[in-house]
Every structure is written in C-alpha cells, then in structure tokens.
C-alpha cells in the first residue's frame, strides 16, 4: 500500500514535472505557456486599461535613471498596436474594468525570479482567457516586456492570443548589444530604430562607445599616427574641451544625445556610454600630444601629470548628460604599465562615483593579482566586461574574487565588412548549439567558453550581469553605411536575445518564427520597406503618353497603382518631358527604399551647370550625382564609379540594389559595381562593395546643378 502510494507520488511527480517542461510556446524569446484551448482576438479588445493605482509607478530598480511611468509604456503599447492596425483606445480604470480589455497593472515583486534566484523588476505574468488579457508586471518595465509577448503571440497567432497563463522572468538582467559608434558616426534616428528593434525580443542595454581611433600600426609614422582617424562623437561648447571635437555634424549635442537616450528608454532599453580610455585613445593625444605615450600615441601616458585631470574633465562634462547608473570607461586593451592603469581606473571610479554617483564598467584588459607586492588591484565594484580569454579569465580571475561581469566573449564578436580576424556578423548558429563538453547545454550568458565547461560559472551565478554582443568598425567609417550595422545583426538580435533572457528556440523555430514576425516590428524602418500593391513600386511616365496638364497641373501621375503620385515645379517639354532646371525639381512621397531594388531614371543631361556638384537624385539616406562620374553620397562619404553619363543623349540610368551590393548601368550595358577601397589596420588594402539605399525623394532641386530633361522614373522592389 505504502509502495503504490509512494509510486502515485512518483509518477505525479514526474508527471508533473513533465508538464512544466513542456509550458513553453514558441516567441523570441520563447515563453513559458502553456496554451488551454481558446483565443481571445485583439479585435475583441475594447480599450487597454491602466490601472491608475499604479498609472504613475516606474521601475527604480533598473539601469535607467529615466524610466517610463506605467501609462507611458501603455501609450508607446498602444501606438505600437495602432502602427499594427489594431487601434485600441487607452485608459486609466480599476480592475473591475478588465473585462473586454488589455489590462496593466502591476504585482507583487517577490514573485519574479532571475537565474540566480534574485527578485527581477523585470518579469510579468500575462493572463489570457475569455474575459480578456491581464498583464501584471514585477514593474511598468516588466508589464512592457509583456506587452512585446502580446504583439508577438497575436502576429504568430493570426490576431488572437491562446488562453493560459504566462509567468515570464528573464535570467538575466542585463541583456543587450554593443555599436562602436567611435570609428564611425551613426545618427540619432538610425540608434533609435536599433532600440525598438532590440526592444521588440526584449533586449535592455545599448552599449554606444562613443570615442575610438583606427588602428595605430606600429610602422606609422608619428605624423601618420596623429593624423590617423580619431573620433570623439559628443558634442560640447564647454571651453575646457576646446579642440577635441571638430566634427559637430557628426557629434552628438546635448539635446540629441538626450532624445536618444528617453526614446530608447521609453522601449525599455538603457543607453550604456563609453569614452575610451587610456587605451584607443588618440583623439585625446590628437587634441593634447603631451599626453600620449611616445611608442604608441594611442595610449595615454597616465604618469604624465595632466593625463588623469583631463580625462575626468572629460568626464565632468558628460557626467550630467548621461542617464544610466552605469557608464563605461573603456579600458580596453592598455599594453604600458599595469599599476598606472589600475592607479587610472580606481581614479575614475572615483571620479564618477563622487561627482555623478554612478558606477563603471571597464573591458577585461588586466587580471588582479594578490600575490605580486605593491599590486594595486582594481576596486570589486568595477564591473568587467570580459571579451577574449586571452585577456582573461572571468571565472577565475575576476567571478571567484568577487568581480561582476558582463559576458562580451569573441564567441559572438563582429567586425564589419571585412572577415579577419572576426566574421563581419555575429555567429547566429553559435546561440543554437548544445555544446557536448557542457553537457549538451545550450548557450547562455553564464558560458563564456563553450569548449571547456570548466571556465563557466553555474547557471545561477550572481555575478554574471548578463550579455552584450559587440560590433566593430575596425575599418572606419568609409566601410559602410549606417543600415549595414543593422543588416550584420538582423538575425544576431533576435537569436541572442532569445539566450540572453533565457528562452531555448532552437535554429529550425528561429528562422520561421522570425520571418513571421518581422514585418510587425514597431517604431522602426530600418529595412526601409515601402508598402507597395506589387512589385512596381513607382511608375511615372512623362512622354507617353504626354501627361500634359492633368489637374492639378504639377502632379505626375503614379501608374503603379500605389497612387505614389509626384508633384514638380519643373515645366513639360513640348514632348511631354520635364524640363528640369536648377531652379526645379521633381517630388515623390517617397524617401528611400532599402534592399532589393532597381531605380530607373530615363533622362537626358543637357548640361553640368555645375561641374563639381550636381546632385540626381536624392532621399533620406543616399544621394545619387553626377559629379566626379556617377557618384553615391551616403553615411558622409562618396562613392565613385569610373563612368559618367553621356551628355544630350537619352538614356535609360538604371541603379540596382542587390543584397550588400549596388551597381548601375546604361541602357542596359554592363553593370559597374560601387566599391569601397578598405585599409586593412595599415598592412594592406582590399576592395568592397557598398549597399546603399536607393534615394527616391527628389529629382533635380534648387542648386542641383544640372539641366536636361526627365522622361521617366520606376522603383521595382527587387533585381
Ligand atoms: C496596416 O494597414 C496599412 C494600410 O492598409 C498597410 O499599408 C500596412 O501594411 C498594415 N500594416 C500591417 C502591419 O498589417
Ligand atoms: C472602477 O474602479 C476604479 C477605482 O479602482 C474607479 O475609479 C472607477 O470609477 C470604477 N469604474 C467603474 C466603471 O465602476
Ligand atoms: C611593420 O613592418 C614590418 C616590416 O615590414 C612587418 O614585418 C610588420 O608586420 C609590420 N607591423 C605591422 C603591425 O603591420
Ligand atoms: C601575480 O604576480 C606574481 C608575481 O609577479 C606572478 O608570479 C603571478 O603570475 C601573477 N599572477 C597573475 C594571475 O597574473
Ligand atoms: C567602490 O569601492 C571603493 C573601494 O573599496 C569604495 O571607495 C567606493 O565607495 C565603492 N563605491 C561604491 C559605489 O560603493
Ligand atoms: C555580402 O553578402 C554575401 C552574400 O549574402 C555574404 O556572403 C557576405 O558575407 C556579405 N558581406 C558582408 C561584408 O556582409
Ligand atoms: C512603367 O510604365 C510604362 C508605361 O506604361 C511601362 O512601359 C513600364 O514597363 C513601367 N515600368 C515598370 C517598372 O513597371
Ligand atoms: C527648357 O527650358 C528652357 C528655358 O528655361 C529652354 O531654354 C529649353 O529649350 C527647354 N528645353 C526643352 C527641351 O524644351
Ligand atoms: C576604377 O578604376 C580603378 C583604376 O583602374 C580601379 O582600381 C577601380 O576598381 C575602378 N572602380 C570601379 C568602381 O570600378
Ligand atoms: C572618374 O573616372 C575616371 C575614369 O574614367 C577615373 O580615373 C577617376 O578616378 C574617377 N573619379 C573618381 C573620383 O573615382
Ligand atoms: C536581395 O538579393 C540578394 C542577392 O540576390 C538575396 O540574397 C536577398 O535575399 C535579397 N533580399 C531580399 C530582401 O529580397
Ligand atoms: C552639393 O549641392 C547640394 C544641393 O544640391 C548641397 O546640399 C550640398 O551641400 C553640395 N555639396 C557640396 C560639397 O558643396
């Protein structure tokens, strides 16, 4: 009898267990549900209610020191869902109003827990049955991160949610993606946009580092080195710091470094600052030459009396800007003295602390040592962010003596565009794989090493803060244009993020499950998508048959049947043509259209009434010339192919977008690609191809300098 019951036990055990394992449906990341039969339909929704007892609550608990309340992540939340075609109207009620509704409110903190066991501001329960859906949230933060389940679960689940219960806490509490913005500039829009998408799977953290140089190749001279490219991307008119920016208009102010930092706040993810030092830190040696190291001016000369004061006026400056409790000091790769570097870290640790009372982060360049005397160790409350095992060992090195880490390991290291020594994306299929020497585990942010489980801390380990996935620009800015950033993450995002919370998609649910969700992904462009009936996108024909005086007469009809229709100030030929001048232009709707595309301008130059700048045709991220040859402008720079356009002919121009590459050709000839000439860390040179935008904003315009006339212009999703 005692047996059998025993068994019973047993067997429900076991059953029950079971049944746990398999509460899990598929999302990015997955989420712990089990689905009952039912769905409850977005269209059934009748308002999204904020319980007003917490309408003005925010999370302290976070890294940001800027957090929504509750009613705004609802009204971002609903926004979201009228950007989806579901508009919901929004507002504050009690519970007795949570029927027919998307109701947030808030519970009980203690009943959300990280890997390692501690109490998470960041999980939430989402409740779906008949009467409608609840989203009890640790903190608005965690009610936000369900709100990304609702939209996910409805794209996946044709509008509607499965009835259940979810009760979903994220391992790990700092979770995100590091864009060196040092070697080369991004603007705010586009950081925005890489926030909503990061924050759509969940991710917290927007690691910027935002001072950098280029390789400082050891056979440079030192007129080479001080002339190498170094940026320091903040702006500031503080006198102090006079001369170390000379590039406002690719610098971030006061004012744009702000609106970068509430808008990815209000998706809930934290911007993470980094000023580099005394490492990769020639701008600063570019501005005050005393300061670098005469073997490498790249490094800070740290015993040089003026080094530290000036780095914390740097400091002093910014502190103010930054609305994280964290920032990063860098720290990254110093080779000269260790005790000055340490003398240096605890020094701005310091700095920060008292001024700003924030706390910092640094790369894992040097190990603390308790056995070598006079050994200044760095301060335990420095967190490390560790990135190479070569530079150290974070569980022995810096977890077994009470150091926290971020997980940055080169697992999932990227550099861009040229494939040596990091691939130019991150290693999305690493995420996926069950690593036999753990146990068939998969990744998470608590294995730095995937070969070797005896360099990993337990799953449950407190000291791992989490993860960030690094992208580098190693070969500066002329590499690529901003959307490439995007593009070598695209998947990496998604599938990293999965992990980083703690969810286990596997590869063939990824991929599928990603496709179906990518289009619905709110508050950003960033593939520059343009709704479209069918392939033609834009079709406008000015010769034939003569759209001579349609009413009103300055519009140009679109045939596409997208209704994309122009409108010019430009006069028509007697052919029907227009006549452009540099006193007109030609207007579409449009802006700019991301990959794939082919741009068909039918034209015919008569004149360059300005040799050295006549702009084609331009939009919101490319401008096409004429000038020198058949020329891209785009992220800052241009791209030049050795051909020019043949003047007072007509002839059909067609530019082509295929996957990161772009070509054009003339009525049909060869296609010429547009390169890049890459300088590969000052030991050799190799060729790229560019993908840029197609610009479709404007034909000709005031000062574009050219004449001629216009017979045509088609944009095809495709080629
Ligand atoms: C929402 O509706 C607009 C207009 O019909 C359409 O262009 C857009 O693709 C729709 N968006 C989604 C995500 O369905
Ligand atoms: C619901 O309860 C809230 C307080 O929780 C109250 O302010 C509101 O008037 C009530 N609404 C209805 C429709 O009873
Ligand atoms: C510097 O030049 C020497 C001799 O050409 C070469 O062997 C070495 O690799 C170069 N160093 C770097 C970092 O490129
Ligand atoms: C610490 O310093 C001692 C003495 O110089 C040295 O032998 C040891 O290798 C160092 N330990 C580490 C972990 O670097
Ligand atoms: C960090 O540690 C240092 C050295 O122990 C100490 O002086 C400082 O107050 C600590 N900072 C914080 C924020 O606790
Ligand atoms: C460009 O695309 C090709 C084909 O998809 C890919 O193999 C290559 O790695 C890409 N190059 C870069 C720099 O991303
Ligand atoms: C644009 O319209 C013209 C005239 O109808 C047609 O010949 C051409 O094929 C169209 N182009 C595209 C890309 O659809
Ligand atoms: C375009 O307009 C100019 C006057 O602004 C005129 O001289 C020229 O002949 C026109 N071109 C054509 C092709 O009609
Ligand atoms: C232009 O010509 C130069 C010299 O022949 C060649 O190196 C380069 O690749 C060409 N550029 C393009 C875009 O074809
Ligand atoms: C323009 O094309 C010529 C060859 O036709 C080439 O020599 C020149 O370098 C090109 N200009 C630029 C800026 O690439
Ligand atoms: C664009 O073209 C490339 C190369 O043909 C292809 O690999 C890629 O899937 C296409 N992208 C889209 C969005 O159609
Ligand atoms: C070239 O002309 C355009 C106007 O079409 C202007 O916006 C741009 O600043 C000019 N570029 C240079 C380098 O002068």
Known sequence: MTVRLKNFWLWL???????????????????????????????????????????????????????????????????????????????QGGVNESTSTIFLTLGDPADYHDAAGRESSEGYTLSTSSSGITVTGASPLGVWWGTRTIIQQAVLNNGSLPFGTVNDTPGWGLRGMMLD????????????????????????????????????????????????????????????????????????????????????????????????????????????????????????????????????????????????KTVHIGADEYTA?????????????????????????????????????????????????????????????????????????????????????????????????????????????????????????????PRVLGHTAPLWNDHGPTATVYSEAYYAWREAIPALADKQWGGDITSAEFYTTLSSLHASIPGQNLERKIPSKSPTILNYTLSTPPTKHTSPSNVVPDTSGNAYDGTTDCPLTPSGSLNITSTCSLDTPLSSKGRNYTLTLSLLISALTNPENATLISGRDSTLLLTPNITFFASGYYYSLNSTLPLDTKIDLEVVGRGNRTFARVDGGTEEEFTVR???????????????????????????????????????DGS
């Open 678 to 716: 890459l300088g590969i860390y000052g030991r050799e040179v190799a060729w790229a191809g560019m993908p840029f935008e197609a610009p479709v904003r404007r034909v000709g315009g005031r000062d574009a300098g050219w004449e001629g006339e216009v017979f045509g212009v088609a944009l095809v």
């Open 13 to 91: 055990g076991i059953f029950v267990a079971a049944t746990v394992v398999r509460a899990r449906s598929v999302g990015i990341p997955t989420i712990p549900l089990v689905p009952a039969a039912g769905r409850f339909s977005l269209s059934n929704v009748e308002a999204i209610v904020v319980d007003g007892r917490y309408a003005d609550s925010v999370n302290d608990k976070g890294e940001t020191l800027i957090p929504p309340t509750l009613e705004e992540f609802a009204k971002t939340f609903s926004s979201d869902l009228e950007e989806l075609n579901w508009s919901i109207p929004i507002k």
């Open 181 to 324: 913005a040092g070697r080369h500039y991004y603007p705010p829009d586009f950081l925005i946009e890489m926030c909503a998408y990061m924050s759509f799977f969940k991710q917290n953290t927007f690691h910027l580092h935002l001072s950098d140089n280029l390789y400082n190749n050891e056979n440079y001279t030192r007129e080479q080195s001080l002339a190498l490219y170094a940026r320091f991307r903040l702006w500031s008119d503080a006198k102090e710091l006079e001369g170390l920016n000379q590039y406002k208009n690719e610098s971030y102010t006061e004012d744009q470094f702000h609106d970068i930092q509430t808008s990815c706040a209000a998706r809930g993810v934290t911007i993470i600052p980094e000023i580099e030092a005394p490492g990769h830190a020639l701008v600063f040696v570019q501005w005050k030459p005393e300061l670098g190291l005469a073997d490498d001016l790249s490094l800070l000369n740290i015993s040089h009396p003026d080094t530290i004061p000036t780095i914390k006026g740097v400091w002093s400056t910014f502190l103010p800007w930054f609305k994280s």
């Open 337 to 461: 003295e260790v005790n000055d570097y340490n003398v240096f870290v605890n020094a701005m640790a310091d700095h920060v602390r008292t001024t700003a009372d924030k706390s910092i982060r640094i790369w894992g360049t040097f190990p603390p040592n308790y056995t070598e005397p006079g050994y200044v160790n760095i301060y335990k409350n420095v967190t490390i962010q560790h990135w190479a095992f070569f530079e150290d060992n974070p569980l022995y090195d810096y977890i077994l003596n009470d150091y926290s880490v971020v997980n940055s390991d080169d697992t999932f290291y990227a550099v861009q565009k040229w494939p040596v020594p990091y691939p130019t994306s991150p290693n999305v299929s690493a995420t996926f794989l069950g690593n036999p020497e753990n146990g068939g585990s998969l990744w998470y942010p608590n294995i730095f090493d995937r070969f070797n489980a005896s360099n990993n801390p337990a799953r449950d380990e």
